[in-house]
C-alpha cells in the first residue's frame, strides 16, 4: 500500500510519519510504505530530508501554473502515477480544488492545528488565545471539498498557558501532531487490512 506524502515546508509531520513506520514496521504489518513526498514548494525543507531517507521527491510548483485547477491537475497526474491507498496532506498550504479531492475520496487526509469545529482556517493558535481558550489541539481528518470540515479521526488537546504566545502554543501543538499523524494513519492502516485468518 503507497501512501502519498504532500508537503510545502518544514516536513515535521512527513518525517514523524517517516520515522514511525521504519520504526513501527508498516511493510511487515500493513504492506504499507511511504512511497513518495511531492512539494507544491520547490524550497520546501522536508524535500530534502526526505531524499536522504531514499523517498522519492516530486515538485510540482504551483506558481507555474496559471489556474488552481490546472495545478491541480498536474498534482493529481503525479499522486495517482504511485496509485496510493492514502494521501496525507502534511502541511501542505494549498486549498485543493473539488475535483482533487472527489479523485482521492476517502483516501485523502490532513492534520489541522485546531480542535476542529473550532478555529478552521489560518492563524488558529492566535485565534485560540484571543479567543480566551484554555485548550488548543490538533485535529486530523477525512478531507472533502469543505475547508478543514471533513470527519474527524482523530484529536490531540494540550493545555494553553497563561503566558502563552502563538510560537510557543504552536511549539506545544506540533509536538503532539507528531504523535497524532502516525497513530491516526495506522488506525487507517489497520482498517484497510482484512485480519489474517
Ligand atoms: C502543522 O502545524 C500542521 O498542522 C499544519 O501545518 C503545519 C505543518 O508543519 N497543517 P510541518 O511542515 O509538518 O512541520
Sequence with gaps: KNIVILISGTGSNMAALVQAQQQRQW???????????????PDAAGLQWAQNQG??????????????EDFDQDLARAVAHYSPALVVLAGFMRVLTEGFVRQFE?????????????FAGLHTHQRAI??????AGAT?????PE????????????PILDDDDAT????????QEHLLYPRAVEKILAQLTPPAC
Excluded: F
Design 168 to 175: 510557543a502554543l504552536a511549539a506545544r501543538v506540533r509536538t
Design 27 to 41: 511493510q511487515q504489518k500493513w504492506g504499507a510504505r511511504v512511497a513518495a513526498v511531492i512539494s507544491n514548494r
Design 140 to 144: 486530523v481528518h477525512w478531507v472533502t
Design 106 to 118: 476517502h483516501r485523502l487526509i490532513n492534520i489541522h492545528p485546531s480542535l476542529l469545529p473550532a
Design 55 to 68: 523517498i522519492e521527491t516530486q515538485v510540482v510548483d504551483h506558481q507555474q501554473y496559471p489556474t488552481r
Design 147 to 158: 475547508l478543514d470540515a471533513g470527519p474527524i479521526i482523530d484529536q490531540a488537546a494540550v
Design 130 to 135: 484571543d479567543a480566551g481558550c484554555r485548550m
